[in-house]
């Protein structure tokens, strides 16, 4: 970002302008204290673009420009704005504002966390535990399906929304993929980090999640009205030594929603009688619709055959792209024949032009359809995040190399 936008009071931000709620100015920023730790670096303030609340979290100001903190807000920006599930907050972009910083900006979750949640409710109905177990749960798989473990599971970071009683996950600064180098371990609050988050000879991987899940569960059960016997078991075995948990949320989430063998037997007599009565109307039927469902298919075929072509160009593009673009801004960065003060506006250009270039190309491609372009746009994030984590040591080198 240039010094002359930053004086006049407006915000970068890493999408095309084109789009209308990224393009405004941030208004009413404001410190979002109740959700700041006292020993975090980093804290939280809220906005408005456009009349909506936005959250954002920035460095506090005393680690505004340390390279490794900086390093670690660019990697959870990285990491979360992939991320596309209802039961996660959107990371919408990467802002840089005056008198804040660098920031990353995502929804503004309109609720409360679960430990406050918790407190104001307890006791809980039985009902209500095993959603959000559950809610979590899928959120959590979706994290996982994606090659990321959030590895700071806990209430403080499990927000319950206002309106809906939804759960959304939150704070992904500790996240971590195999991609990355930075802040590998220890990391994570004690009593819902897993054993292995502090040995500083292993990796966390996914099963430190499921270890957070059972202390998460765990909390819920002591806040509950009634017992329950097999809640109780999941969560003592999702807080196993590792080899002994879970092996993938999916076997949680099977174990929640597992029936009685009384209910499933009975549930079986009810539907074999349904379709026994109601089988010969349904054949009839079926032969009705058979020839419309071959038309459809058929179109479906085509259409899907176009959509898979235009995909591939465009991961292709997103690829070559992204590697061409980040060789040249390392290249820059190392480049002493440039001024220090020049090289070190190259990251801030770089993540205000990458992922807008890519968006103008979907535009283009899609002939000037901005909404189509956007059904695409997450596959070439996702293309380009897997480039710039391969370049991301030499990358982060470089910025090191700046500032010493």
């Known amino acids: 970002m240039t010094r002359s936008k930053m004086e006049a009071g407006e915000s970068s931000f890493i999408f095309s302008s084109e789009t209308p709620f990224i393009s405004g100015e941030l208004t009413e920023i404001m410190p979002l204290e109740s959700r700041t730790a006292s020993d975090s670096p980093f804290r939280m303030l809220r906005a408005k673009r456009y009349g909506r609340w936005v959250a954002l979290k920035a460095l506090k100001p005393g680690y505004v420009g340390n390279p490794f903190y900086e390093g670690i807000l660019v990697k959870e920006f990285l990491i979360g704005y992939g991320l596309q599930h209802n039961g996660i907050a959107r990371t919408l972009g990467f802002v840089a504002l005056p008198d ?50 959030h590895r700071d599971l806990k209430p403080d970071n499990i927000m319950i929304e206002s309106q809906t009683g939804l759960v959304k996950l ?109 089988m010969a109307g349904v054949v009839g039927v079926m032969r009705e619709k058979a020839t419309f469902e071959q038309r459809v298919a058929e179109k479906v075929r085509v259409d899907s055959l176009a959509e898979r072509r235009l995909s591939e160009e465009l991961i292709r593009y997103a690829e070559q792209y992204s590697s061409e673009y980040l060789e040249e801004c390392i290249r820059r960065m190392r480049d002493t024949t440039i001024p220090p003060e020049e090289r070190g506006k190259i990251p ?57």
């Open 100 to 149: 804040v910083g660098n920031a990353i900006e995502s929804d503004y979750v309109d609720g409360v966390t679960l430990r406050e949640y918790i407190a104001a409710h307890k006791p809980l109905a039985r009902e209500v535990v095993r959603r959000i177990a559950g809610e979590l749960c899928e959120a959590v798989g979706y994290l996982h399906s994606r090659g990321v473990t």
């Open 170 to 278: 939150i704070d992904f600064g500790c996240a971590d993929t195999p991609d990355f180098a930075i802040l590998k371990s220890p990391a994570g609050t004690p009593r819902y980090a897993a054993p292995e988050q502090f040995d500083a000879g292993k990796k966390a991987n996914p099963r430190a999640d499921i270890y957070a899940i059972g202390v998460v569960l765990s909390d819920l059960l002591m806040a509950a009205k009634h017992a329950d016997s097999r809640l109780r078991r999941i969560a003592r075995r999702c807080m196993q030594p590792e080899g002994r948990r879970y092996a993938a949320v999916g076997d949680i989430r099977r174990a929640l929603s597992r029936k009685s063998r009384r209910g499933v037997a009975a549930l079986s007599a009810v539907v074999l009688l349904a379709l026994s009565v109601g």
């Open 348 to 404: 801030y250009v770089f993540a205000e032009n990458i992922l807008s270039n890519l968006e103008d190309y979907a535009v283009r491609r899609c002939g000037g359809d901005t909404l189509e372009a956007k059904r695409y746009l997450p596959q070439m994030v996702q293309v380009y995040q897997g480039v710039y984590r391969r370049y991301y040591s030499q990358f982060y080198e470089a910025i090191l190399n700046i500032s010493s």
